[in-house]
Nanobody
Framework: VQLQASGGGLVQPGGSLNLSCSAS????????MGWYRQAPGKQRELVAT????????NVAASVKDRFTVSRDNAKRSVSLQMNSLKPEDTAVYYC?????????WGQGTLVTVSS
């Protein structure tokens, strides 16, 4: 399975960005997709996950009221709509897919929130 993420960039505080990630290869119908992030000098942390059914999995408390995760099973994709961005949201965001006990990672896309 390969994951290709896009949509990162530079945005001012209070702005919005939408990240997208497409999966290719042997993708099972039953999987969990989501987003993690890693800020400079910090450990990678979960942002949000979503099940194949569309049910939201886990969402970090720090983004719960600002970020929305969604998926399109037909396109094998997962998206992250990020609103009201803060400087502390600056990080490399990684797309993630879990299936059959295996975890796959995308290459990461940089989000910088700065004025």
């Amino acid at each position: 399975v390969q994951l290709q993420a896009s949509g990162g960039g530079l945005v001012q505080p209070g702005g919005s960005l939408n990240l997208s990630c497409s999966a290719s290869g042997m993708v099972f119908s039953d999987n969990i997709m989501g987003w993690y992030r890693q800020a400079p000098g910090k450990q990678r942390e979960l942002v949000a996950t979503i099940l194949s059914s569309g049910e939201i999995g886990n969402v970090a408390a720090s983004v719960k009221d600002r970020f929305t995760v969604s998926r399109d099973n037909a396109k094998r994709s997962v998206s992250l709509q990020m609103n009201s961005l803060k400087p502390e949201d600056t990080a490399v965001y990684y797309c993630n897919l879990r299936q059959g006990g295996i975890v796959f990672w995308g290459q990461g896309t940089l989000v910088t929130v700065s004025s």
